[in-house]
């Protein structure tokens, strides 16, 4: 049997609650400091070593050579010959990815980047197909 006391009071407690839930499309959601969100790729740092698109066990990352390389440098007599530094394009697919962040921790030269950005949401497939230059 129900007693109606006992409801009212949780009724009245209740009401002086904060709420469990976030308002999160009016309010800014809080975002942690480790939180792992999509991935950024700094194209002058990478070196073109594909150990981010080895460890992905998604399968997400492909890192290709850049349609337009810099120029090659003029030799001067006397000094040698440095080559110019290839430039490489990173495609992430974001509908792959699970976030695990071990691209980021195996680049050498720290080429892939966690940023706070969690809001990926595309009805579209391609959308989702990041093309970094």
């Known amino acids: 049997m129900i007693k109606p006391a ?7 407690k209740h009401l002086f609650i904060k709420p469990a839930t976030s308002g999160y499309p ?3 959601a809080k975002i942690m400091p480790n939180f792992r969100g999509r991935i950024d790729f700094d194209s002058p740092k990478c070196i073109g070593c594909q ?3 080895k460890v992905c066990p998604s399968k997400a990352i492909e890192i290709r050579l850049a349609a337009i390389q810099p120029p090659a440098p003029a030799q001067v007599e006397g000094q040698p010959v440095v080559a110019a530094k290839r430039k490489f394009d990173c495609f992430m697919h974001l509908d792959h990815c699970v976030y695990c962040a071990q691209c980021v921790e195996t680049c050498p030269k720290d080429a892939l980047i966690m940023t706070q950005d969690f809001e990926l949401a595309h009805t579209s497939r391609a959308a989702l197909t990041r093309h970094y230059k």
């Open 26 to 28: 009016f309010e800014k």
């Open 6 to 12: 006992r409801i009212f009071s949780e009724v009245i």
């Open 51 to 53: 150990m981010c698109v």
